[in-house]
């Protein structure tokens, strides 16, 4: 089965595509359509949206990996826009905001066990992060070759990310935010490294694993079987 993964917001874009600080992506798997995150300028990332041709109404399930503005920003702009999606966020976002996303969809709080989605798509148990009050969520999707992690902000530590996510099996790609990861021996197993926003070391990533890392960027599409 396959399994298409977009960027649709990041600190870096292809001509057509606006830059912001942040990340978004789009899954699209066996009819369904997903987003991962919203970045924060939802204006933004609806005309990122439409540029990559995806429709908001499509959307069968919304994904929040924490509470931080740039993964939230243009989440409100995004529920205006659809029809009644299933929205996961970690149970430890605040009272307040998981109000506002009742009035457009149906929530789904993740707690100290995965979500699943689809019989081949989850979340990550909420994990603890070295910031206080902070807890996130991320996103693994089954493949013929193993599991896809799509990472916010990689807060609760990419290496413990990837240690839940063997779990499950096998890891074979990471897309998404790494933040301060610096033990990047730990990525020598993995086929596919994809590092995006706030990935301090994205540089040293690419370097190191020229062969199977690949720069993020708005408008970079990727297809897992």
């Not at 977009?6 to 001509?15: A, E, G, L, R, T």
């Not at 066996?30 to 990559?52: H, V």
């Not at 905001?97 to 009035?103: D, P, Q, S, Y």
């Not at 989850?122 to 910031?131: A, G, R, S, V």
């Amino acid at each position: 089965m396959t399994t298409k993964i977009s960027i649709v917001y990041d600190d870096q874009s292809s001509k057509g595509f606006i830059t912001g600080w942040g990340f978004s992506a789009v899954i699209e798997r066996d009819g369904k359509i997903l987003l991962f995150d919203a970045g924060w300028d939802g204006i933004a990332l609806l005309k990122n949206l439409k540029t990559a041709n995806f429709d908001p109404k499509k959307f069968s399930h919304i994904i929040i990996s924490h509470k931080h503005w740039d993964h939230i920003g243009g989440l409100n702009a995004v529920l205006y826009q659809t029809n009644n999606p299933t929205v996961f966020v970690p149970s430890s976002i605040s009272s307040r905001l998981k109000a506002e996303i009742t009035k457009f969809a149906d929530l789904r709080e993740v707690v100290d066990v995965k979500a699943e989605i689809t019989s081949e798509i989850w979340t990550t148990p909420q994990m603890k992060t070295d910031i206080a009050d902070l807890q996130e969520i991320s996103l693994l999707i089954q493949t013929k070759k193993g599991i896809v992690i799509i990472c916010g902000c990689s807060h609760s530590g990419l290496d413990k990310i990837i240690k839940v996510a063997t779990k499950f099996g096998k890891v074979h790609a990471v897309i998404g935010g790494f933040h301060g990861f610096d033990k990047l021996d730990y990525l020598e197993s993995i086929e596919v490294i994809i590092p995006c926003h706030c990935t301090k070391n994205k540089r040293a990533i690419l370097e190191k694993y020229p062969e199977k890392s690949i720069k993020c960027y708005s408008g970079l599409e990727i297809t897992f079987e």
